[in-house]
């Protein structure tokens, strides 16, 4: 197993500029969400899903998007990238919590972003 | 909605003494916290967790403790060692019987071990 997977590891965005980063997890994982960490600031919740074709916002939602249109795959959008969301971003996924103690979240190695 | 604090922010230790991080939560639905280790340019990972339903678990070198009524729960590292040193995450799951796995971390702990 791969586990979870971002892509890419790196980006430099100009202000305005549009962007998805991907995450995908072949662990048959309900549950997958983003979160951005910052120096100081620890890990916030972007976005979360609990399945394929539901979403909800987290913590910090404003100037993300996200879909997920399959189980195994939850992009984020930055539809016009702005030098406040420079930071480090993960992708998190685990099994539902209906499930017998589950609760683990499995990161992704982690994305990059800065904006300019 | 849950609201997690986190202290210190850096805490720094002999080799082989005890550290000790506490986190506060707001959320009284809360009833999962666990802790993740993030090594420097790593990805975090889940070291310990603990439900609401038990007031201490330990594994090894590592003890969490939970006090529901003060919303406090702790990590407790004995005999610390160089690979130690890394950021602790504490974080906290409210539960209103939905399917979220939704954690609201803490600000984090800088943990230096001094060899």
């Known amino acids: 197993n791969a586990g979870v997977t971002q892509t890419p590891k790196f980006q430099v965005l100009k202000t305005g500029q549009s962007m998805t980063l991907q995450c995908a997890q072949d662990m048959n994982h309900e549950y997958m969400s983003w979160y951005r960490q910052d120096p100081g600031m620890g890990l916030r919740l972007i976005h979360y899903?609990?399945?394929?074709?539901?979403?909800d916002q987290g913590e910090v939602p404003n100037g993300y998007n996200v879909s997920r249109s399959t189980t195994e795959d939850f992009p984020l959008r930055l539809l016009s990238a702005a030098p406040s969301q420079t930071s480090v971003y993960f992708c998190a996924s685990s099994y539902s919590i209906f499930r017998p103690n589950t609760g683990e979240l499995f990161f992704g190695e982690g994305s990059r972003l800065t904006v300019l | 909605g849950e609201n997690v604090e986190q202290h210190p922010s850096t805490l720094s230790v002999q080799e082989g003494d005890s550290a000790v991080i506490k986190c506060t939560y707001s959320?009284?639905?809360?009833?999962?916290f666990p802790w993740y280790k993030q090594e420097l340019g790593k990805r975090p990972q889940l070291i310990i967790d603990?439900?609401?339903?038990?007031g201490e678990k330990k594994d090894q070198r590592i003890a969490v403790t939970l006090n529901k009524t003060a919303k406090h729960f702790s990590l407790h590292i004995t005999e610390t060692q160089p690979e130690d040193s890394a950021v602790y995450f504490c974080?906290?799951?409210?539960?209103?019987?939905?399917?979220?796995?939704?954690?609201?971390f803490g600000t984090g702990t800088l943990l230096a071990v001094q060899p």
């Open positions: 959320d009284s639905a809360s009833n999962y």
């Open positions: 899903s609990v399945g394929a074709g539901i979403t």
């Open positions: 603990i439900r609401s339903n038990v």
């Open positions: 974080a906290a799951r409210a539960d209103y019987g939905g399917a979220t796995n939704k954690l609201i």
